[in-house]
């Protein structure tokens, strides 16, 4: 095994552990019925976003990397696209995603009660709208990456 067959190696399980996991995030939480449940889906959802975090810095790495050692790689339009693609879905998160998020991350934290507050809801289906387009960015970089089309 070379040194790129290893970074691939990487890479591919970066994306299997990285990105997978980022794809339940939604549903966990709306299967809450509760505000316990709700936060506790929200612990479980934090715990997920880590091998998000991970997985997403070792891809990032790995594909610079493998681009460093075989520089035709950025003449390609297949590895430029989704670097590209990449890099704006990883700015979601503190551009889009943050700002949506720590409405709800109040919420959770001051509401008395077990019932879900419909203010919840306006604040989750925001946040929900641009993870689906996040998610939508990660499977065009997937098949991109996976069929390499141009």
Known sequence: MTFYDLLV??????AILGLGPG????SIVTKADTMTELRHAYVIRKRIHIF????GTLLLITGLWMGMLNP??????????SLALFLIALAFGPLILSPRSKPIKALLKEHKGDNIPEKY???AKK????????NIIFLIVIVLMVLKPF
């Open 9 to 14: 190696f990487i890479h591919v399980l970066s």
């Open 23 to 26: 794809f339940v995030m939604i």
């Open 52 to 55: 998000v975090m991970v997985g």
């Open 72 to 81: 035709y790689l950025f003449s390609q339009g297949w590895y430029v696209l």
């Open 121 to 123: 809801q306006t604040l």
């Open 127 to 134: 946040l929900f709208f641009y993870e689906r387009i996040e």
